[in-house]
């Protein structure tokens, strides 16, 4: 085997001796059976001895539930499907709140239950000796509907599954019937809560609209007072349509000087056309004339004359008296016929004279008419203000007359709907929820066994006897070579050598490695042998000769570290003069920087330092081995001849348990 230790500190590795792992849970693989084997006893021994919980649900569905009083227009209403994920996380806060849990508790009589009333069967001893240890509450201070509101706390859950409005009341209890009937008595009593909300919320609003209505019919009626004075004040009467006096008056005129003007044209035309008629001798053909009473008896006469004179032809000549008597009579006739017919003409217009004097009249009038409304223009538009104003608070009565109504209707209803059902009501289970014997046996069995691997595993990682060697510390060129410390380390304990300890060692084991020569120290075979021990418990590297910096690349310090010589010269303290190799769990005291360093004990150092580490391994030349020699517990000299066995014999004579180690090794420069 060859080995070497370089000048250089090289990078450091934490990888763990695996092999060494399997060996330590080899060997103690009965402790991990056994915690494995007593979880799983105890676990099957608690799932069968403790009284089974069972679990009961019921599920709510959070909704906007109108009455029909209160469906209004759907814009109005600012979610019709139920409440925001914000919104169910206060219905969940409702639901686990100390109010309704007292009416629910009254519901199912829970006053004495045992279950959840600690004092119904008296403090028991564990009890009073938790509450003597602080650990809970005492009891016998605590109110009735205190001890049962915890207890029953304890056992309501309250659950919402992701993006839904359904809540899932869960109620646990030893009795599954009340399990079942806890979970829908927490359902019922939070409906019924919402429904006396809802009724509570309609009371308030009807005494709050109570006294606006009334201060509003208050206003009404102020306003309309006014509008009806300004109106007696100003003249503003309202007539037909809805319109002022003036207006109307005004719009009567205007159709009255239309009427007027069409019946003057009317009878002037009619005039005109009968004196045309006349000039032509067709007097007969007049609508008017025709129409005449006495015209018509004339023509009827006239038709009589005609008719005889024409009889009376036929055997009387012209010049017959007879004949001249009725030619006078129809003579006579048409004179008064054309004479009629006259004065009908002048009747016509005189009529159309008579007309456009309406017309002037009336025309006169309406501009005086036109004035007046004028002037009543600015009176009509305050006035039409105090009206709109009117209307207004009326309008606005009857808005909150109407909703005073509801509101009152709201609270003298019975029925009201709350914004949320229950869709499903809570069964008694068959099943209980605990224990679970399956997975708490496998559970705890399981966890047993990996805590026990874990705690085995982690002592050797924190007492570092699971690190492998520093990559380029030490370096085995051939790792298949027997190992030069063989047995003499692998069964090496504090405990084994506690018999033939050195006075002043302590609990620790001092080990020497000293060199075949009187120069020259084995620094790699030290520090190989320090971390082979490190595995056991804690070990210390010790470069024996003050001042000797052969373990100094050991260290992380990029300058020369403090060690030996500064400890024992005083210039330095343990905390500053030890070093934790860079490479593994290992302690380290260099030989130290301090010039011509006090001589020192190694009996008092060994004591201090045996306070401390369970092994000590000093790496020290021929003359500081047996100077060391009369302290160690064991030894190895390196090398294979007579001095070497010489060296040997020496310190077995000092009483150390001394080896010969092949002296086939090779320092690096």
């Known amino acids: 085997m ?5 000048d250089e500190t090289e990078p450091a590795t934490n990888d763990i001796d695996l092999s060494q792992l399997g060996r330590v849970l080899a060997v103690k693989r009965w402790w991990v059976l056994g915690a494995t084997l007593a979880a799983f006893l105890g676990a099957a021994l608690f799932v069968n001895v403790v009284k089974p919980r069972y679990t009961s649900d019921a599920r709510l569905l959070l909704e906007t ?16 499907n139920g409440p925001d994920a914000e919104g169910v996380q206060s219905q969940i806060q409702l639901l686990t709140s100390r109010d309704l849990a007292r009416r629910a508790i009254k519901t199912l009589g829970l006053q004495g239950d045992a279950e959840f009333d600690p004092l119904a069967g008296g403090v028991g001893a564990l009890t009073r000796a938790l509450v003597l240890l602080g650990i809970v509450r005492d009891p016998t201070l605590m109110s009735p509907e205190d001890r049962i509101l915890e207890k029953f706390s304890e056992r309501l859950a309250v659950l919402s599954p992701t993006k839904t409005r359904v809540l899932s009341v869960e109620f646990s209890s030893k009795n599954p019937d009340l399990a079942a009937r806890g979970a829908n008595a927490v359902a019922e ?12 919320v309609a009371r308030s609003a009807a005494r709050s609209l109570a006294t606006l209505v009334s201060d509003l019919r208050t206003r009404v009626a102020e306003a309309e007072a006014k509008v009806e004075a300004y109106r007696a004040d100003s003249g503003l009467l309202i007539g037909a349509n809805n319109t002022i006096i003036p207006t109307q008056q005004l719009g009567e005129l205007n159709n009255q000087l239309s009427s007027a003007r069409a019946a003057q044209a009317d009878a002037q035309a009619k005039a005109n056309l009968l004196r045309d008629m006349l000039r032509q001798g067709r007097v007969g053909e007049i609508p008017d004339v025709a129409n005449n009473e006495t015209i018509r008896r004339i023509f009827e006469q006239r038709v009589s004359l005609r008719a005889q004179i024409a009889l009376e032809s036929r055997t009387l000549l012209p010049q017959h008296p007879r004949i001249k008597e009725l030619t006078a009579q129809l003579a006579d006739i048409d004179q008064q016929w054309r004479a ?39 009176e009509e538009v305050k006035l039409r203000d105090l009206e709109r104003a009117a209307r207004l608070l009326k309008e606005q009565l009857e808005a909150e007359t109407t909703k005073y109504q509801e509101a009152l209707a709201r609270e003298q209803m019975t029925a009201t709907p ?35 691997l874990g705690a085995i595993i982690a002592a050797e990682l924190l007492t570092g006897r699971a690190k492998a060697v520093r990559a380029g510390q030490l370096q085995d060129d051939d790792p298949d070579e027997q190992d030069p410390f063989g047995e003499a380390i692998r069964t090496v304990r504090p405990a084994t050598l ?30 190989r042998l320090a971390r082979r021990l490190t595995r056991q418990g804690r070990a210390l590297l010790v470069a024996a000769n003050p001042g000797d910096p052969v373990f100094d690349s050991l260290v992380s310090d990029e300058t020369a570290p ?15 003069a030890l070093h934790l190799d860079v490479g593994s769990a290992l302690h380290i005291l260099p030989g130290g920087v301090a010039d011509d360093p006090d001589d020192y004990e190694p009996e008092l150092l060994i004591e201090a330092l045996g306070q401390a580490y369970d092994f000590i391994v000093f790496a020290a030349s021929a003359e500081e081995a047996l100077r ?12 294979d001849d007579p001095d070497a066995e010489a060296l040997r014999g020496r310190l077995e004579r000092f009483g150390a348990e001394a080896h010969l180690l092949d002296g086939r090794i090779e320092l690096a420069a």
């Open 2 to 6: 060859r080995a070497s230790v370089t």
């Open 65 to 80: 539930q109108d009455d029909f009083l209160g469906r209004g227009d759907k814009a109005d209403r600012l979610d019709a």
């Open 189 to 200: 009593t939070y409906i019924e809560m919402q429904q006396e909300a809802k009724r509570e």
């Open 340 to 378: 009629a017919a006259e004065r009908t003409a002048r009747t016509l217009e005189n009529e159309a004279r008579i007309a456009a004097s309406r017309v002037d009249n009336l025309t006169r009038v309406l501009n005086d008419q036109k004035r007046v409304a004028g002037s009543a223009g600015a």
């Open 418 to 452: 709350a914004d949320a059902r229950i869709i499903q009501r809570a069964l008694a289970p068959q099943l209980p929820a605990f224990p679970k014997k399956i997975p708490i046996i496998a559970f705890s069995t399981l966890a047993a066994f990996l805590l026990a």
């Open 498 to 527: 506690r018999g033939g300890r050195r006075a002043g060692s302590g609990d620790s084991v001092s080990v020497l490695l000293a060199p075949c020569a009187g120069e020259g120290v084995v620094a790699a075979t030290a520090a």
């Open 562 to 576: 403090l060690g030996l010589a500064d400890l024992v010269s005083g210039e330095a303290g343990f905390e500053e």
């Open 628 to 639: 060391l020699g009369p302290f160690m517990d064991l030894a190895f000299v390196l090398g």
